[in-house]
């Protein structure tokens, strides 16, 4: 997982479903300057495919995915150019 001192903001999205989940990510993505991190905590299976699919063919980088216990996964992103 990411450094929590890289990270620039938190988005918990683990009561939205799609196609909200990437809609809510895309506008934090958004917000961040290039460079800065975004930690996105997610639920279900089909989040988990379309928001990191989603955000790296918008040009930002996948730097991690972490699944807990709960179910919940937590994705590191780094806000592209």
């Known amino acids: 997982m990411t450094n929590t001192q890289d990270v620039a ?3 918990d ?3 939205e479903v ?3 989940t990437f809609v809510r990510t895309r506008l934090a ?5 290039p460079g800065e991190v975004l930690l996105v ?4 299976k089909e ?17 991690s995915i972490d699944t807990d216990a ?12």
């Not at 993505?29 to 300057?33: I, M, P, Q, S, T």
């Not at 905590?41 to 279900?44: F, S, V």
């Not at 709960?70 to 150019?81: E, F, K």
Request: aromatic share 0%.
């Open 29 to 33: 993505l958004d917000r961040l300057a």
């Open 70 to 81: 709960q179910g919940i996964s937590h994705l590191s992103i780094r806000r592209g150019p």
């Open 13 to 15: 999205i683990t009561a």
């Open 41 to 44: 905590h997610l639920k279900g």
């Open 47 to 63: 989040p988990l495919e379309n928001v990191p699919r989603s955000a790296v063919s918008l040009g930002h980088q996948l730097l």
């Open 18 to 20: 799609c196609p909200m």
């Open 9 to 11: 903001h938190e988005l």
